[in-house]
């Protein structure tokens, strides 16, 4: 069975960070691609950060790289997002996604990405 899971969402204040937590198995476990994506009602998911599971290279959305970073757990198909100096703008279910694909430059789309988590709410207030 194919398992993608999130952790770490919450509620915090404007300035405040949070650590998210992804880890997946299973089918969901073979792909060479992991990803965070955030999605907001009403409006299309977007790709904040992503892991290239080979060899832990980092992506990182342009509108979020100078307070998010994303890392690889080596002994595990995990991955955490940290997040730092959150905005009332990253208010937003985030969601982790895995998949195989062959050109980096795909990391953020996605219909790349087979197996999906249910998704981890972060709230940010002012």
């Known amino acids: 069975q194919a398992y993608v899971g999130e952790s770490g969402g919450g509620s915090v204040k404007a300035g405040e960070s949070l650590r998210l937590s992804c880890r997946a198995s299973g089918d969901a476990a073979t792909g060479n691609y992991m990803a965070w994506f955030r999605q907001v009602p009403g409006k299309e998911r977007e790709a904040v950060a992503g892991?290239?599971?080979?060899?832990?290279?980092?992506y990182v959305a342009d509108s979020v790289k100078h307070r998010f970073t994303v890392a690889q757990d080596s002994a595990d198909i995990a991955m955490y997002l940290t997040m730092n100096s959150l905005e009332p703008a990253d208010t937003a279910m985030y969601l982790c996604?895995?998949?195989?694909?062959?050109?980096?430059?795909?990391?953020?789309?996605?219909?790349?990405?087979?197996?999906w988590g249910h998704g981890t709410r972060v709230t940010v207030s002012s």
């Open positions: 996604a895995t998949g195989s694909f062959k050109y980096s430059g795909f990391w953020n789309l996605t219909k790349f990405y087979g197996y």
């Open positions: 892991i290239r599971m080979r060899d832990g290279t980092p």
